[in-house]
Structures are given as structure tokens and as C-alpha cells.
């Protein structure tokens, strides 16, 4: 049982500060599928497909929990023509600093 107030499916608390999740996937599909497939991911809400070649297509996923990201992520793997699709990157920040521009000392 989860007290008052936990997150649970890493879904945001109230009152707590919004997040943008990013992942990297790399996406193994079967080559004659990979178009179908890359078609399908660009259709996920904040998915974008950054190249592809030979089946294996390089993707990003958005969202504002990481309950979305595993939801798209699951989308993906159960896909027709997909062989796997494996997270390589995960990031994640207050949303409020997305548009801040960075200061790296130079």
C-alpha cells in the first residue's frame, strides 16, 4: 500500500515541479518491416526517428513521465516486424529549465 502523497508508475506527486523524460532507443526491426515500423514510431506522440538503415532506426522518446516513456517503449517492442528496441540514454530535468540557456564557463 503507498502512502499518501507517493508517486506511483513515476508519475508526478502533486504540487511536485513537472519533468521532461527523454530516452534514446536503438530499434531493431526486420528490414523488410523497418519502414512500416519507422512510420509507426513517428506517429507516437513525442517519439522522432533520427535515422534508420538495414532495420535498425535511432529514435528519441519525450514525455512527461517515466510512465509514458515505458508505455511508448512497450508500444514499440510489441510492434510487428520489431526484433528489439533497447533504451541506451535516459535523461531527465525540470521542465522549467528546458528553455533556460546554459552558462558552461566559456
Known amino acids: 500500500m503507498l502512502q499518501e ?9 502533486r504540487g511536485a515541479e513537472e519533468h521532461l523524460y ?6 531493431h526491426a ?8 519507422r512510420s509507426f514510431i513517428a506517429m507516437l506522440p513525442g517519439a522522432t526517428v533520427h535515422g534508420a538503415a538495414g532495420g535498425k532506426l535511432v529514435v ?10 515505458l508505455d511508448q517503449l512497450t508500444q514499440i517492442r510489441e510492434r510487428r516486424g520489431v526484433v528489439s528496441a533497447l533504451p541506451v540514454y535516459q535523461h531527465n530535468e525540470p521542465a522549467a529549465r528546458i ?3 546554459e552558462d558552461y564557463g566559456n
Open 60 to 69: 528519441t522518446l519525450e514525455a512527461a513521465t517515466t510512465a509514458a516513456i
Open 22 to 27: 527523454v530516452a534514446g532507443v536503438l530499434v
Open 5 to 13: 502523497g507517493a508517486v506511483q508508475r513515476g508519475e508526478q506527486a
Open 30 to 37: 526486420v528490414p523488410t518491416e523497418a519502414e512500416a515500423v
Open 99 to 101: 528553455d533556460e540557456e
